[in-house]
């Protein structure tokens, strides 16, 4: 990663921080205040607000270091090789039969055990 580990903040970044925060919250306040209005237009002017607010955020430098860091991540992503359908399959197969395995032999370590504190204290059937 070639990406600072701390940003740098200005006034100015703060104060568009600050702005698209306000602007969010208006944007939920003026939501729920037109409760009376169509839920379309409603959620339609949400998103519009989100949309501006993610904009302001984007101009300040913790922005444009987060959109960095989802392009880096992106790229990674693409280098990764992926298992073949057959291969998911078949490691699916074999995680379901160890399970089934695992689960038979802790019920009859319960079953044992269970019968040896019966025998030991010489109560039940």
């Not at 269970?114 to 204290?121: E, F, H, P, T």
């Amino acid at each position: 990663m070639t990406g600072k580990a701390e940003v740098e903040r200005s006034g100015v970044d703060t104060a568009k921080l600050v702005a698209a925060v306000l602007l969010l919250v208006a944007g939920v306040l003026a939501f729920y205040w037109f409760a009376a209005e169509s839920l379309l237009f409603r959620v339609l002017g949400l998103l519009a607000v989100v949309g501006v607010a993610v904009g302001i955020f984007a101009t300040t430098a913790p922005g444009r270091a987060l959109w960095g860091f989802l392009g880096e991540s992106r790229n990674e992503v693409r280098k990764m090789v992926w298992p073949t359908r057959a291969e998911a399959l078949q490691t699916t197969l074999i995680v379901i039969l160890v399970v089934i395995i695992v689960a038979i032999f802790l019920w009859l370590v319960d079953m044992f055990l269970g019968w040896s504190v019966r025998s030991i204290i010489g109560t039940g059937a």
